[in-house]
């Protein structure tokens, strides 16, 4: 199961030290690691997503034939080989660490030793560990397309706003324009961010959003930690099970 884990939260910092706190979360290496893995979430679950589906409909299109089945079980073989990967990037970039789920059962027998591939692509069928990773692959894309998009275009307004008094000067030198185009029309009535208020006003924001980037990063990698930890980790049921048919088969061994 998933371990207990308490990273730092915005907020909890000692009254003494609240505003120095809040004023280097936004630089603090925490964040930037969580950053970096909404940012590679994205084509990690484009990867998990277009095999699981190509795997599936072909192994399920398969069927009507024999090679259905060991399609499927390879589809849910890979999609357990990706759920290792992923829990290896949850652990390295947002702490979280993830016990490996249950093996897949059925791979030796009583007498018979080994039972070979057959029963092992019916033991990977059967658990509803594999299908956990096969229902996370499915959930994660959408999760992972919204969270890029809102992390990126979080982060890059707030550091370009922050940072706008340094690279306005692009505008009148390159573009003839006095500064950032807030709004324009057809009717030439045009509004820039040019007046020492108007580029102040600008600065101030991005810096509150800067603030406000260890809160959202927080919250947007809250759900990749559920969703990791309930799905791609062991069930206690079936961790239980597991142990129980481990010791049956280490007592029918001996005996």
Same mark, same amino acid.
């Given at each position: 199961?998933?371990?207990?884990?308490? $990273?730092?939260?915005?907020?909890?910092?000692?009254?003494?030290?609240?505003?120095?706190?809040?004023?280097?979360?936004?630089?603090?290496?925490?964040?930037?690691?969580?950053?970096?893995?909404?940012?590679?979430?994205?084509?990690?679950?484009?990867?998990?997503? &277009?095999?699981?589906?190509?795997?599936?409909?072909?192994?399920?299109?398969?069927?009507?034939?024999?090679?259905?089945?060991? &399609?499927?079980?390879?589809?849910?073989?890979?999609?357990?080989?990706?759920?290792?990967v992923?829990?290896?990037?949850?652990?390295?970039?947002?702490?979280?660490?993830?016990?490996? $789920?249950?093996?897949?059962?059925?791979?030796?027998?009583?007498?018979?030793?080994?039972r070979?591939?057959?029963?092992?692509?019916?033991?990977?069928?059967?658990?509803?560990?594999?299908?956990?990773?096969?229902?996370?692959?499915?959930?994660?894309?959408?999760?992972? &397309?919204?969270?890029?998009?809102?992390?990126?275009?979080?982060?890059?307004?707030?550091?370009?706003?922050?940072?706008?008094?340094?690279?306005?000067? +692009?505008?009148?030198?390159?573009?003839?324009?006095?500064?950032?185009?807030?709004?324009?029309?057809?009717?030439?009535?045009?509004?820039?961010?040019?007046?020492?208020?108007?580029?102040?006003?600008?600065?101030?924001a991005?810096?509150?959003v800067?603030?406000?980037?260890?809160?959202?990063m927080?919250?947007?990698?809250?759900?990749?930690?559920?969703? +990791?930890?309930?799905?791609?980790? $062991?069930?206690?049921?079936?961790?239980?099970?597991?142990?129980?048919?481990?010791?049956?088969?280490?007592? +029918?061994?001996?005996?």
């Amino acid at each position: 199961m998933a371990t207990a884990y308490r $990273p730092y939260e915005p907020g909890t910092e000692p009254r003494g030290h609240l505003v120095p706190a809040a004023l280097k979360a936004p630089f603090q290496g925490r964040v930037w690691r969580e950053f970096l893995y909404v940012l590679t979430s994205l084509p990690m679950a484009i990867v998990t997503f &277009v095999y699981t589906i190509t795997m599936i409909a072909l192994g399920a299109g398969l069927l009507i034939t024999f090679l259905g089945v060991p &399609v499927l079980g390879a589809a849910l073989a890979g999609c357990r080989a990706l759920g290792v990967v992923e829990r290896a990037r949850a652990r390295a970039l947002l702490g979280l660490e993830v016990a490996e $789920p249950e093996p897949v059962l059925g791979r030796r027998g009583g007498r018979g030793g080994r039972r070979g591939p057959v029963a092992w692509v019916g033991a990977l069928l059967r658990s509803g560990t594999s299908w956990r990773h096969v229902i996370y692959a499915l959930i994660h894309l959408p999760w992972a &397309v919204f969270s890029f998009g809102f992390a990126v275009s979080f982060t890059a307004y707030g550091w370009g706003f922050t940072t706008y008094p340094l690279w306005r000067w +692009v505008f009148p030198r390159y573009m003839d324009e006095p500064g950032l185009q807030v709004f324009g029309d057809d009717h030439g009535h045009n509004f820039y961010l040019d007046t020492p208020f108007e580029i102040t006003v600008t600065c101030a924001a991005g810096v509150l959003v800067l603030l406000l980037t260890p809160w959202v990063m927080r919250g947007l990698t809250s759900v990749d930690r559920i969703m +990791v930890s309930g799905l791609l980790g $062991p069930s206690r049921l079936a961790s239980r099970v597991w142990e129980l048919e481990s010791d049956r088969g280490t007592v +029918v061994d001996t005996a």
